[in-house]
């Protein structure tokens, strides 16, 4: 009976560890990106206050969230968004899919210089 437990114990904790790895659908922070908007975190996972946009934006340096972005969110409403590391829709493109994220970006060129953002597939 013991042994049973400790099994089914083992294999609870192992949905849950799987479960958690599964697919990136809504942010984990105390503040969710609001709907409609693609939204940048200055920390990984999504986690603090998002620094929300609408629309096409061909210089989003102007804003600290997105000049210091560690994680993003895409919360648009029917688009997909193509994310720039450089201003005027300028240098690497990354897409991004309506209702999904990165929760860490380092080590690629948007780390700290997500600079513009154009939506697509609307």
């Given amino acids: 009976m013991r042994l049973r437990k400790r099994v089914v114990a083992v294999l609870g904790a192992t949905v849950m560890a ?4 599964v697919g990136i659908a809504a942010p984990a922070s105390a503040d969710p990106c609001p709907s409609g908007a693609t939204c940048a975190y200055t920390s990984t996972n999504w986690s603090g206050a998002p620094g929300p946009v609408y629309g096409d934006n061909r210089d989003l340096s102007i804003y600290a969230k997105w000049r210091g972005a560690e994680s993003i969110y895409n919360n648009g409403n029917s ?7 450089k ?3 300028a240098g690497s493109r990354y897409p991004l899919a309506r ?6 970006i380092i080590g690629s060129a948007l ?3 997500a600079y513009s953002n154009l939506w697509y597939g609307c």
């Avoid at 799987?18 to 790895?21: E, F, I, V």
């Avoid at 209702?99 to 860490?104: D, F, I, P």
């Fill in 18 to 21: 799987t479960a958690g790895l």
């Fill in 79 to 85: 688009c997909h968004v193509y994310i720039y590391s």
């Fill in 87 to 89: 201003v005027g829709y």
């Fill in 99 to 104: 209702g999904t994220g990165w929760q860490n």
């Fill in 111 to 113: 780390w700290h210089h």
